[in-house]
């Protein structure tokens, strides 16, 4: 069973519909027994950084999330829920994240020529880094995911699993161990999404990826 996170901030109803589709039961809870007995977490996320660590801490979820962590159970931060994932952001201000994955998040804008329209919407091309992730080994190697986001993950090279070219290489998908991330949205990304959740749920506790 996957759990969904519900922390106030998120397109709970889209990635539900996903799961459903490859066969997958998955909840929305804000209960820590609930991510006791799950197999595995997907953090999702929309909005302001800032808005959305300050709900999570409120909420008991930050704290849950870290001793599922240690407990090397798979979880995946979605879009924001990424971002979340870092040891802080620079958007409108400098705010803390989970610290699970090092490295921070910045303004698209500090690294795209002028004329490039941000946020930075649409499908873009998985330019895998390395060894495929085993959260893409259902996918070829002309695969698109869509993206909508205004910031991107940096400082974090040693962690990324695949880059979105957009004038520069942004960071699309990063992993540390137990710990993984897509900037894009798996649940808007057609059967090539599908696939990277179906992926997502073959993986166990203490499974290092």
Not at 15 to 39: N, Q, R
Not at 168 to 197: R, W, Y
Request: aromatic share 12%.
């Amino acid at each position: 069973m996957t759990a969904i996170i519900d922390y106030g901030v998120g397109n709970l109803f889209s990635l539900l519909s996903s799961f459903a589709k490859i066969g997958e039961e998955a909840v929305v809870t804000a209960d820590e027994k609930v991510l006791d007995e799950a197999d595995r977490i997907v953090l999702p996320g929309v909005g302001a950084f800032g808005d959305a660590a300050e709900k999570l801490k409120n909420s008991g979820m930050a704290a849950a999330l870290a001793k599922q962590k240690e407990k090397g159970k798979p979880i995946l931060g979605i879009c924001l829920g990424m971002q979340l994932l870092f040891d802080k952001s620079y958007e409108y201000g400098v705010y803390d994240g989970l610290g699970f994955i090092p490295g921070v998040v910045r303004p698209i804008s500090d690294v795209v020529p002028d004329g490039y329209k941000i946020p930075h919407m649409g499908w873009n091309k998985l330019d895998y880094v390395g060894e495929k992730h085993p959260l893409f080994k259902y996918l070829g190697d002309e695969e698109y995911v869509y993206f909508v986001h205004s910031y991107y993950a940096a400082d974090c090279d040693a962690y990324v699993t695949a880059n979105a070219e957009y004038a520069s290489p942004l960071t699309a998908s990063v992993a540390k161990d137990n710990v993984m991330g897509c900037q894009f949205h798996p649940e808007k990304s057609g059967d090539v999404g599908l696939a990277i959740l179906k992926a997502f749920c073959t993986m166990k506790e203490g499974a290092i990826c």
